[in-house]
């Protein structure tokens, strides 16, 4: 079993930045690709994006390209999301996702493990 706990989620003004992290306990994360997903209230979750076990390879929605940055440190078994240019519409419970043998994975239903989720708010 995977257990996985995010942190770094926050209240930020717009044009703000936030590092997200992700930290894996319960076996090894470093040979799954890992994500990172949102949902806001009253909507479904969407994918935000994703990292390759090797961390060579990187997958962004159109909506974060750009901003956002995903990266990993398989030796802490952590995954992070470097979070620049935030805007109202960044809202969301972030969450982490693990073990997708898929890549890019950018349907929810491909990952096998979620954490509990950390709220991001973004004040115009």
């Known amino acids: 079993q995977v257990h996985l706990v995010e942190s770094g989620g926050g209240l930020v003004q717009a044009g703000g930045s936030l590092r997200l992290s992700c930290v894996a306990s319960g076996r090894t994360l470093s040979n799954a690709n890992m994500g990172w997903f949102r949902q806001a209230p009253g909507k479904e979750r969407e994918f935000v994006a994703t990292?390759?076990?090797?961390?060579?390879?990187?997958n962004y929605a159109d909506s974060t390209k750009g901003r956002f940055t995903i990266s990993r440190d398989n030796a802490k078994n952590t995954v992070y999301l470097q979070m620049n240019e935030l805007k109202p519409e960044d809202t969301a419970v972030y969450y982490c996702a693990a073990d997708s043998v898929y890549f890019p994975a950018t349907d929810p239903n491909r990952y096998n493990y979620w954490g509990q989720g950390t709220q991001v708010t973004v004040s115009s």
């Open positions: 990292i390759r076990w090797s961390g060579g390879l990187t």
